[in-house]
């Protein structure tokens, strides 16, 4: 390891905005079980899926379908 490190050129990490919110919600087993086994699939944690898959949501402004019974 260096004794010093030259930051004069480096760049600001451009994912530093992205912070994450630790958050509780409650959720189906099934819909639990469906993500972790896409998850190993894919090769991602289960949570991180979550999040892409509710990003991708949000992005193409998806409305949910609801259906009352």
């Given amino acids: 390891m260096r004794d010093e490190y030259d930051f004069s050129?480096?760049?600001k990490n451009p994912y530093a905005k992205l912070i994450k919110k630790q958050v509780t919600i409650n959720l189906d087993e099934n819909i639990i079980s469906?993500?972790?086994d896409?998850?190993?699939n894919v090769g991602?944690?289960?949570?991180?899926l979550?999040?892409?898959y509710l990003r991708d949501c949000?992005?193409?402004k998806r409305q949910p379908?609801?259906?009352w019974k």
């Fill in 58 to 60: 949000m992005l193409n």
């Fill in 34 to 36: 469906f993500f972790k």
């Fill in 50 to 52: 979550i999040n892409l």
């Fill in 65 to 67: 379908e609801i259906t």
């Fill in 9 to 11: 050129n480096a760049k």
């Fill in 38 to 40: 896409q998850s190993e």
């Fill in 44 to 48: 991602i944690p289960y949570q991180t």
